[in-house]
């Protein structure tokens, strides 16, 4: 019972403003902006199975072993793991005073912090590549252009939000060797980087 709750959970929080199953499709913020990207779907459930076939490490509350499952996704080394793991103990440690703690919302706690960790990794290299392609084009200080694409974050702009997942599944993809998928990524991640270009000059000329 425990377990399929659990398998539940994993389901629910990936595909949360991401991905809509059985489909291939990538959303952003919300289904209104979504690509078609073949055999997404695949990845994603190995994803989910990496989740999935290791619960009784989270069920015996060895979470450092269960993190440690995930270094096969590209990006995810021993240093990374621990700052996941510390982050982690801080917030059990917040609740530790909490009676009954719900087995379920210890484990969002747990997929929360690692999916973070996980779409952050590739999204800070697609943020770096934009700001090379806006100096390329415009004479522009370093922190103005982060102040234009902090407003975009602020906005929840689309863009921003569709380019936050193509980053996440590039990496996931890579990571269970999909390079058909994470080509497809790359390409996308690429358009919709010259939209933000263009939203960011087209604001400053």
């Not at 103990?89 to 609740?95: G, W």
């Not at 484990?107 to 929360?112: A, D, G, H, I, T």
């Not at 974050?153 to 980053?167: G, R």
Request: proline residues 0%; charged residues 25%; hydrophobic residues 40%.
């Amino acid at each position: 019972m425990i377990n399929h709750q659990l398998n539940e959970a994993t389901n629910n929080l990936i595909n949360q403003q991401f991905y809509l199953d059985g489909h291939d499709l990538i959303i952003g913020r919300t289904p209104e902006i979504s690509i078609k990207i073949s055999k997404s779907g695949q990845v994603i459930r190995k994803f989910k199975d990496l989740f999935n076939t290791n619960l009784n490490l989270f069920l015996e509350g060895d979470y450092y072993k269960f993190l440690n499952r995930f270094k096969k996704i590209k990006g995810l080394d021993d240093n990374y793991i621990k700052e996941i793991y510390q982050d982690l103990q801080l917030k059990f440690e917040n609740l530790r005073d909490t009676e009954n703690i719900n087995i379920i919302v210890l484990y969002s706690l747990v997929l929360n912090s690692l999916i973070s960790s996980i779409r952050d990794l590739n999204f800070g290299e697609a943020i770096k590549e934009i700001k090379k392609r806006i100096q390329k084009r415009l004479t522009i200080l370093q922190n103005k252009i982060q102040e234009e694409l902090d407003e975009l974050f602020m906005k929840n702009d689309e863009n921003i939000s569709i380019l936050y997942n193509l980053s996440y599944l590039d990496t996931l993809a890579e990571s269970f060797n999909y390079k058909k998928v994470a080509h497809i990524c790359k390409i996308q991640k690429s358009k919709f980087m010259n939209r933000i270009v263009e939203l960011v000059i087209s604001s400053n000329t």
